[in-house]
């Protein structure tokens, strides 16, 4: 099956810094990656996501880049702002289902 | 239009208890997914629905566990003898392909 880890798993940055979350999958089958950000007590909500038939995908302030030689893709998100911490997890499809299997997590901190 | 609901949001269950929860996925969405969520950690799978057929229930942890969705639409999620170790959220989740929409979760927890 698949195996997805996340790096790092807190991160604090200053308001208008930016950010990266980084996490490598293990099934080279995989051909979709999704970001989910989960505000505390709240559900997952989509934020981008990435097939494998590109290298990079961009939405306003965030962007994914993937490689699928190095079976890695990650989360930039830039100009951060203090609505952005919340807990991001990244996400690989596996399985007949194609069930998500999901990173640990990352606590993104924007200190204003 | 409306996303997908989840009820109780709630559920506090004593220990040997039944608990039945709820889905109701977008309208249309012809896949459900069911997930457990540790404190602090990501979603981890349960089981799987296309329409009203259960295709995959390999995440459930043991036999206490069980979904159904018999007119794939709303889904129920049924722990039979709650253990302090099913305290978790449970998220539900539907699909019309790839991409998956999540619902709030109901945050169990076993006393």
């Known amino acids: 099956g698949e195996n997805v880890e996340q790096h790092p798993s807190t991160l604090s940055v200053q308001e208008g810094d930016s950010a990266v979350i980084k996490c490598t999958y293990s099934?080279?089958?995989?051909?979709?990656f999704p970001w989910y950000k989960q505000e505390l007590g709240k559900r997952p909500q989509l934020i981008i996501d990435i097939r494998s038939n590109v290298g990079e995908k961009k939405d306003q302030r965030i962007a994914v880049t993937l490689n699928k030689t190095a079976k890695h893709f990650s989360l930039h998100i830039t100009e951060t702002q203090p609505e952005d911490s919340a807990v991001y997890f990244c996400a690989a499809p596996t399985g007949s289902a194609r069930q998500l299997t999901f990173g640990s997590g990352t606590q993104l901190t924007v200190l204003p | 239009g409306a996303g997908v609901s989840q009820s109780p949001r709630y559920k506090v269950a004593k220990r040997g208890q039944d608990v039945a929860l709820r889905c109701d996925p977008i309208?249309?969405?012809?896949?459900l997914f069911w997930y457990q969520q540790a404190l602090g950690q990501g979603p981890e799978f349960l089981t799987y629905?296309?329409?009203?057929?259960?295709?995959?229930k390999s995440g459930l942890p043991s036999d206490r566990f069980f979904a159904e969705r018999p007119e794939g639409s709303v889904s129920t999620l049924k722990i039979q003898r709650t253990q302090q170790e099913d305290s978790a959220v449970y998220l539900c989740?539907?699909?019309?392909?790839?991409?998956?929409?999540f619902g709030a979760g109901t945050r169990l927890s076993v006393l």
């Open positions: 989740a539907s699909s019309p392909g790839y991409i998956q929409y």
């Open positions: 629905f296309q329409n009203e057929a259960q295709l995959d």
């Open positions: 099934d080279s089958a995989s051909n979709y």
């Open positions: 309208s249309g969405h012809v896949s």
